[in-house]
């Protein structure tokens, strides 16, 4: 079975997550995905640094028109990372017909 892929909008608040060295708490940040659509879908979470992060539950289900908080804790807090953008992937699969939906 083939599987294809295209990019359609996901709803992900906040767009960007910002650590701070000297702020504890903001080494743990909430990370909520948003379905708008009327099918349920898979989805995981993958980052350019996963040495440097914790993502608690990085995959699993999302059902139609809900949402679900993923909790993203930095765990390498040092000043050597002070400044550097990693990213991360979130890749949506349609349960029902397997298209996989990807938000950069």
């Given at each position: 079975?083939?599987?294809?892929?295209?990019k359609?909008?996901?709803?992900?608040?906040?767009?960007?997550?910002?650590?701070?060295?000297?702020?504890?708490?903001?080494?743990?940040?909430?990370?909520?995905?948003?379905?708008?659509?009327?099918?349920p879908i898979k989805f995981k979470v993958l980052c350019t640094a996963p040495n440097k992060y914790t993502v608690i539950d990085p995959d699993g289900s999302i059902g139609p028109q809900a949402l679900v908080d993923i909790v993203?804790?930095?765990?390498?807090?040092?000043?050597?990372n002070c400044g550097v953008v990693d990213k991360f992937r979130i890749t949506m699969l349609d349960q029902h017909t397997q298209q996989v939906y990807i938000y950069l």
């Open positions: 079975m083939s599987v294809s892929t295209r359609i909008p996901v709803f992900v608040f906040p767009s960007a997550l910002k650590f701070y060295i000297a702020s504890k708490s903001s080494h743990k940040q909430l990370l909520t995905l948003y379905n708008p659509y009327e099918f993203i804790r930095h765990t390498l807090p040092i000043p050597a």
